[in-house]
């Protein structure tokens, strides 16, 4: 299978992309990727990487960087999971930028009331950052909880994300 990569220079690191021929399979911050290789490498074994630069996927993380938060909504994806992953992934898609959901909220929006911490282990899965946002998902309370990429991060993403959703 070929398999394309490229790269977006962020405020707050590097971001890191790669997609297949029917949409980004893996998508997270360069000094964090590590994790994401692992799960390329099991999906595909090793794979030749092309480069690829000025694709919609470039295109529409700098938009999103720039203020467009819907600029990342049409992405197609190919991330693989179980179904349950598939289907909190889903989930976290309709989260719209600048708004939260607490773990629980979200294991009762999918009629799983008692599956919280189910829905954070897929969350913590998720192959595909900022696309399917787990940056969304807070603690309990309200509490900035768990980001694969710091919580730093995470809070700078919800703070750009709510600047640009007024």
Not at 65 to 78: I, P, R, S, T, V
Request: one cysteine or more; proline letters at 3%.
């Amino acid at each position: 299978m070929k398999l394309f990569t490229g790269s977006v220079s962020s405020p707050i690191g590097e971001v890191k992309f790669v997609e297949s021929r029917t949409g980004v399979c893996a998508l997270g911050f360069a000094d964090g990727w590590e994790r994401l290789e692992r799960v390329l490498r099991r999906r595909f074994g090793d794979t030749a990487y092309t480069t690829v630069s000025a694709n919609p996927t470039e295109l529409a993380l700098k938009a999103y960087f720039e203020g467009d938060m819907d600029a990342l909504d049409q992405l197609a994806l190919d991330s693989a999971g179980s179904d349950f992953q598939c289907l909190v992934w889903k989930a976290l898609r309709k989260i719209e930028a600048g708004g939260t959901c607490s773990y629980g909220e979200l294991a009762r929006k999918l009629g799983r009331p008692t599956s919280q911490r189910a829905v954070a282990n897929a969350n913590a899965r998720n192959p595909v950052s900022l696309i399917t946002p787990c940056h969304r998902v807070i603690g309990a309370g309200g509490a900035l909880t768990g980001y694969a990429f710091g919580i730093e991060r995470k809070r700078w993403l919800l703070d750009h994300e709510s600047y640009y959703s007024r």
